[in-house]
Structure formats: C-alpha cells, structure tokens
C-alpha cells in the first residue's frame, strides 16, 4: 500500500493538529496503521497504531492524542492536542498487514512521507 501523510505545521504549546494518511490500494481495513515520529538527532518512535478492533498508545501521548480510520476513504489520522514542544518532530505513517506486535519500525512494510510538525513554547 502507498502512503501519503499530510496535515503537519506550526503551533503553538497547548494548541491542537490534525494529521492524515492517505492510503492508496486495496482491503485497506485489513491493514494495521500507525504513527511514528522522529526529532532530530533522535531515533523513530512510536506514537499510536489502530487495527479493524484496537487501538494503541504510546505513554507520551496517551491522553492527548487519538488515532482514528476511515474505512471508506482509506485515511488514518491522529488528532494531536494539548501539545507541547516536545512533540515537535517529523511524524511518519506506516502500515502493515495484519500484526500483532505494534510498536517497532520493523514491524511495518510500508511508510508515508513525513511531515513536519513544530511546537512552539
């Protein structure tokens, strides 16, 4: 599957950002979707992932983040609130089919592009 995210930007501490990820292909439902983020100089991490019945959160986020999907659009998001610098990163969709180990980059096939968001204190 082919991944476009989009939705990044700049904010400010306390605001709120919606992400989306665009997939392109087929039974899209089957597929385990999934945020991660990368700040520079750091490794990629986790954020959330969302099968056909769970979702998960990393505990940095938990709280302040929600992952949803739209089946008939083949879109994830990942509504981001109460942000705060820290956050600041390039976030990355990813996508797998069926999985039930979530949280590793290596767990994924495929990835989107990033997009930057920036949170200003």
């Known amino acids: 599957v082919q991944l476009q995210a989009f939705g990044g930007g700049l904010v400010q501490a306390g605001g709120s950002l919606r992400l989306s990820c665009a997939a392109s292909?087929?039974?899209?439902?089957?597929?385990?979707m999934a945020w991660f983020r990368q700040a520079p100089g750091k490794e990629r991490e986790f954020v959330a992932a969302i099968s056909w019945s769970w979702t998960y959160y990393a505990d940095s986020v938990k709280g302040r983040f929600t992952m949803s999907r739209d089946n008939a659009t083949n879109t994830a998001y990942l509504q981001m609130n109460n942000l705060k610098p820290e956050d600041t990163a390039v976030y990355y969709c990813a996508a797998v089919l069926k999985s039930s180990a979530v949280t590793r980059t290596k767990d994924y096939d495929d990835w989107g592009q990033g997009t930057q968001v920036t949170v200003s204190s």
């Open positions: 292909g087929r039974a899209f439902s089957r597929y385990t």
